[in-house]
C-alpha cells in the first residue's frame, strides 16, 4: 500500500509535480461501487488511486450494519450482471470467484399483492409462462412481445449506449436514432400495458426500475432492459453478504498498489483559475484541514452535493444553484433492519409486498412528495440462503419502503418509529406472523440519514430521478461541465443507480480521463504521464 498524502498546510494545493517516474495522482471521493470501480480501472491504467471515505468503513449505500451477531447489508442485495464484476477483477490480473462466492436465486424474488396472490418472478422462461398464465392466460401472446421488446431495450441501452460517456452532444445526436426507434419517450408503464391487459401483470413487468429509483410512470421505457438482464445473467446472492464483494473491491485496490482512507470526509474541492478561464481541479481539502494535492479528482459522492458544496460558486457556469435546484430527484427510503430469534421458513430471501395502490402511491412518492398512509414493501431476508447472515436458528431481514425526498417536509425524528411500527403491524398481518414477539435487535435508516450520512441532497437515495431529460447526455457529465481535472462517477451520472450502472458509470468515465503515455523503456504501470503532461 502506498501513501501519497500532502501534510497540511496554508496556501492553496499547487498542482502535484508529474516527474517522469511518478504515476500522476487522482484522489477519489467516495468508496461506493462505483468510486471503487474508478480506483481499480485507473490504478491498473496507472494512476496513483487515494479514495478517500467520509464513514468508517468503506461501500457506500453498500455500508455494512453488524449488531447482536446479526449483519445487515444496509442496500443493494439484488446482484445481477456479475460479468460487470468479473471484468474489474479480470482487468486486475484475477478472479472474481476466488474473492466472491456468487449464488444464483431461483425464483428471483415473490412479488406479493395486497390480496394475497403472488407471481414468482425467475429467469426460467417456462416457469414464468407458467406464472403469467396464472394470472391471464389471454396475455401469453403480449408476454412473448414485451420479452422481444425488452431484449431490444437491452442491446441498445446496455450493450450499445450503456458504457458511453455522452461528453458531448454528438455523442446524443449519435444515440438519437436508436433512441427514437425504440420510442424511449414511453413510459414502461405504457409500454407493458400495450402487451398485458391483466393490471397485476403490468405491475409484475413495469414495477423494475424502482430497484434504481425510477417511477414507473415516467421512466423511459429502455428500462425494460433490467428484465433482460435479469433472465440473461441471472439475479444473485454474494455469500456472506453484499460487503463481501466490497471487501473484496478494496482488496483488489491495494493488490494494485492503491490505498482507501476511511473517516476521510472531503469538504472542498480546490480549484485554481485564471480570469476568465475555466477553472483546474489541483486537489482537495478534508474536513480537518489536511490537503492533497492531484492531476485528477474524481468524485463519487452524490454529484448533485459535490457541485452545490464542495466546488466554490465561482467555479460552477453550468451546475448553478438554480440549475441544482430545478432538478427532480428520486424518491428516498425508509429501511427497517432487524433480527428475529426464530426463523421464517416460509419466507423467500427476496419478496415485494405490494399494497393497495400503485399509480396513486407512485404519484405521492415521486410527484406530490407526501407521506402516504398506505406503502408497498421489499422485504430481504438473507438467511433463507445464507444462514451466515444471523444466529443459528434465527433471522435476518431489512424491510424497504419507499417514502419521498426531504421536500416532505416529514420530521423523522418524529414520525420514524410510528411509521416502522405501521410496517411492523402489515408485516406481521402477512407474512411474519407473531413478528413482534420476536424482533430482538433494530435498525432504521431515514431519508434524513441519506442525507446526514451519505450527504444524499434532499436525501434521495438515487440520485436525480432518471426520467429522459434526465439521462445520458442530459445528465451530468462524468467529466465536469465547469471545472478541468474533475471528473463523476456513481449513480448521479450516466447511466446512473443500480451496481450495474455505478460499474458501467466507471467504464465511462476511463473514456473521457486523459490519456496515459508510456514514456520509452519505463517499465508497466510506471513512469506513465497524462498524454500532453
Ligand atoms: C436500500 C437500497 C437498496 C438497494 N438495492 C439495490 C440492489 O439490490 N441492487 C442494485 O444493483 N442496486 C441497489 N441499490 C442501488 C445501489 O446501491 C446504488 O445505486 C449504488 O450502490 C450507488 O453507488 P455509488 O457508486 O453511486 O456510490 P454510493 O454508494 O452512493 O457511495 C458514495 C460514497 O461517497 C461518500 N461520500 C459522500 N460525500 C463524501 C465526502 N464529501 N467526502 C468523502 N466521502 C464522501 C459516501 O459516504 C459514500 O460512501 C440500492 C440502494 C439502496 C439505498
Given at each position: 500500500?502506498?501513501?501519497?498524502?500532502?501534510?497540511?498546510s496554508?496556501?492553496?494545493?499547487?498542482?502535484?509535480?508529474?516527474?517522469?517516474?511518478?504515476?500522476?495522482?487522482?484522489?477519489?471521493?467516495?468508496?461506493?461501487?462505483?468510486?471503487?470501480?474508478?480506483?481499480?480501472?485507473?490504478?491498473?491504467?496507472?494512476?496513483?488511486?487515494t479514495?478517500?471515505?467520509?464513514?468508517?468503513?468503506?461501500g457506500?449505500?453498500?455500508?455494512?450494519?453488524?449488531?447482536?451477531?446479526?449483519?445487515?447489508?444496509?442496500?443493494?442485495?439484488?446482484?445481477?450482471?456479475?460479468?460487470?464484476?468479473?471484468?474489474?477483477?479480470?482487468?486486475?490480473?484475477?478472479?472474481?470467484?476466488?474473492d466472491?462466492?456468487?449464488?444464483a436465486?431461483?425464483?428471483?424474488?415473490?412479488?406479493?399483492?395486497d390480496?394475497?396472490?403472488?407471481?414468482?418472478?425467475?429467469?426460467?422462461?417456462?416457469?414464468?409462462?407458467?406464472?403469467?398464465?396464472?394470472?391471464?392466460?389471454?396475455?401469453?401472446?403480449?408476454?412473448?412481445?414485451?420479452?422481444?421488446?425488452?431484449?431490444?431495450?437491452?442491446?441498445?441501452?446496455?450493450?450499445?449506449?450503456?458504457?458511453?460517456?455522452?461528453?458531448?452532444?454528438?455523442?446524443?445526436?449519435?444515440?438519437?436514432?436508436?433512441?427514437?426507434?425504440?420510442?424511449?419517450?414511453?413510459?414502461?408503464?405504457?409500454?407493458?400495458?400495450?402487451?398485458?391487459?391483466?393490471?397485476?401483470?403490468?405491475?409484475?413487468?413495469?414495477?423494475?426500475?424502482?430497484?434504481?429509483?425510477?417511477?414507473?410512470?415516467s421512466?423511459?421505457?429502455?428500462?425494460?432492459?433490467?428484465?433482460?438482464?435479469?433472465?440473461?445473467?441471472?439475479?444473485?446472492?454474494?455469500?456472506?453478504?453484499?460487503?463481501t464483494?466490497?471487501?473484496?473491491?478494496?482488496?483488489?485496490?491495494?493488490?494494485?498498489?492503491?490505498?482507501?482512507?476511511?473517516?476521510?470526509?472531503?469538504?472542498?474541492?480546490?480549484?485554481?483559475?485564471?480570469?476568465?478561464?475555466?477553472?483546474?481541479?489541483?486537489?482537495?481539502?478534508?474536513?480537518?484541514?489536511?490537503?492533497?494535492?492531484?492531476?485528477?479528482v474524481?468524485?463519487?459522492?452524490?454529484?448533485?452535493?459535490?457541485?452545490?458544496?464542495?466546488?466554490?460558486?465561482?467555479?460552477?457556469?453550468?451546475?448553478?444553484?438554480?440549475r441544482?435546484?430545478?432538478?427532480?430527484?428520486?424518491?428516498?427510503?425508509?429501511?427497517?433492519?432487524?433480527?428475529?430469534?426464530?426463523?421464517?421458513?416460509?419466507?423467500?430471501?427476496?419478496?415485494?409486498?405490494?399494497?393497495?395502490?400503485?399509480?396513486?402511491?407512485?404519484?405521492d412518492?415521486?410527484k406530490?412528495?407526501?407521506?402516504?398512509?398506505?406503502?408497498?414493501?421489499?422485504?430481504?431476508?438473507?438467511?433463507?440462503?445464507?444462514?451466515?447472515?444471523?444466529?443459528?436458528?434465527?433471522?435476518?431481514?431489512?424491510?424497504?419502503?419507499?417514502?419521498?425526498?426531504?421536500?416532505?417536509?416529514?420530521?423523522?425524528?418524529?414520525?420514524?418509529?410510528p411509521?416502522?411500527?405501521?410496517?411492523?403491524?402489515a408485516l406481521e398481518?402477512?407474512?411474519?406472523?407473531?413478528?413482534?414477539?420476536?424482533?430482538?435487535?433494530s435498525?432504521?435508516?431515514?431519508p434524513?440519514?441519506?442525507?446526514?450520512?451519505?450527504?444524499?441532497?434532499?436525501?434521495?437515495?438515487?440520485?436525480l430521478?432518471?426520467?429522459?431529460?434526465?439521462?445520458?447526455?442530459?445528465?451530468?457529465?462524468n467529466?465536469s461541465?465547469?471545472?478541468?481535472?474533475?471528473?463523476?462517477?456513481?449513480?448521479?451520472?450516466?447511466?446512473?443507480a443500480?451496481?450495474?450502472?455505478?460499474?458501467?458509470?466507471?467504464?465511462?468515465?476511463?473514456?473521457?480521463?486523459?490519456?496515459?503515455?508510456?514514456?520509452?523503456?519505463?517499465?508497466?504501470?510506471?513512469?506513465?504521464?497524462?498524454a500532453?503532461?
Amino acid at each position: 500500500m502506498k501513501t501519497l498524502y500532502e501534510p497540511a498546510s496554508a496556501g492553496p494545493a499547487a498542482p502535484a509535480p508529474m516527474s517522469r517516474h511518478a504515476r500522476p495522482r487522482a484522489v477519489v471521493i467516495g468508496s461506493g461501487f462505483g468510486g471503487l470501480a474508478a480506483a481499480i480501472r485507473m490504478q491498473v491504467k496507472g494512476w496513483q488511486v487515494t479514495v478517500l471515505e467520509k464513514l468508517d468503513a468503506p461501500g457506500g449505500r453498500a455500508y455494512v450494519h453488524r449488531q447482536d451477531g446479526y449483519t445487515f447489508d444496509a442496500g443493494p442485495t439484488i446482484i445481477t450482471a456479475p460479468f460487470m464484476l468479473e471484468e474489474l477483477w479480470a482487468l486486475a490480473g484475477k478472479r472474481l470467484a476466488d474473492d466472491v462466492e456468487l449464488r444464483a436465486m431461483d425464483p428471483f424474488y415473490r412479488i406479493r399483492f395486497d390480496d394475497g396472490t403472488w407471481f414468482d418472478y425467475s429467469g426460467d422462461i417456462e416457469q414464468t409462462r407458467r406464472e403469467v398464465a396464472r394470472f391471464c392466460a389471454a396475455d401469453l401472446p403480449g408476454f412473448e412481445r414485451f420479452v422481444a421488446e425488452a431484449a431490444d431495450c437491452y442491446r441498445m441501452g446496455f450493450e450499445e449506449l450503456g458504457s458511453i460517456a455522452y461528453d458531448t452532444i454528438g455523442d446524443l445526436i449519435k444515440a438519437s436514432p436508436r433512441l427514437f426507434q425504440m420510442r424511449g419517450w414511453r413510459s414502461i408503464y405504457k409500454m407493458v400495458s400495450g402487451h398485458f391487459s391483466n393490471e397485476k401483470l403490468r405491475v409484475v413487468m413495469s414495477f423494475h426500475p424502482l430497484l434504481i429509483g425510477g417511477n414507473p410512470f415516467s421512466v423511459t421505457c429502455i428500462y425494460s432492459l433490467i428484465n433482460t438482464l435479469e433472465r440473461r445473467y441471472g439475479v444473485h446472492w454474494a455469500m456472506g453478504g453484499t460487503g463481501t464483494i466490497v471487501r473484496g473491491m478494496v482488496k483488489l485496490l491495494e493488490s494494485l498498489g492503491g490505498t482507501l482512507r476511511c473517516n476521510a470526509e472531503v469538504q472542498q474541492i480546490e480549484v485554481q483559475s485564471a480570469p476568465g478561464a475555466r477553472g483546474r481541479a489541483t486537489g482537495v481539502q478534508l474536513a480537518g484541514g489536511e490537503r492533497l494535492a492531484a492531476d485528477v479528482v474524481v468524485s463519487n459522492a452524490d454529484t448533485m452535493w459535490t457541485y452545490k458544496h464542495l466546488v466554490a460558486p465561482e467555479h460552477r457556469r453550468h451546475w448553478t444553484e438554480k440549475r441544482i435546484d430545478k432538478g427532480r430527484y428520486s424518491m428516498s427510503l425508509f429501511v427497517w433492519y432487524f433480527g428475529t430469534d426464530k426463523r421464517y421458513d416460509d419466507v423467500p430471501h427476496h419478496m415485494m409486498l405490494l399494497g393497495p395502490r400503485y399509480e396513486g402511491l407512485l404519484t405521492d412518492i415521486f410527484k406530490r412528495h407526501k407521506l402516504a398512509q398506505d406503502f408497498s414493501l421489499y422485504l430481504h431476508r438473507p438467511s433463507a440462503t445464507d444462514p451466515s447472515m444471523a444466529p443459528a436458528g434465527c433471522d435476518a431481514f431489512y424491510v424497504l419502503s419507499p417514502v419521498p425526498h426531504l421536500d416532505s417536509g416529514t420530521n423523522w425524528a418524529a414520525e420514524a418509529e410510528p411509521y416502522r411500527r405501521r410496517i411492523e403491524a402489515a408485516l406481521e398481518d402477512t407474512v411474519l406472523p407473531g413478528l413482534r414477539q420476536h424482533v430482538v435487535t433494530s435498525k432504521l435508516t431515514t431519508p434524513q440519514d441519506f442525507k446526514d450520512n451519505l450527504l444524499a441532497y434532499k436525501g434521495a437515495a438515487f440520485g436525480l430521478e432518471p426520467l429522459l431529460l434526465q439521462s445520458a447526455w442530459f445528465r451530468p457529465h462524468n467529466r465536469s461541465e465547469d471545472v478541468e481535472g474533475l471528473f463523476m462517477v456513481g449513480a448521479g451520472t450516466h447511466p446512473g443507480a443500480g451496481i450495474p450502472g455505478v460499474l458501467m458509470s466507471a467504464k465511462a468515465l476511463e473514456s473521457v480521463l486523459p490519456p496515459m503515455q508510456q514514456p520509452q523503456g519505463a517499465p508497466r504501470g510506471d513512469g506513465l504521464l497524462p498524454a500532453g503532461a
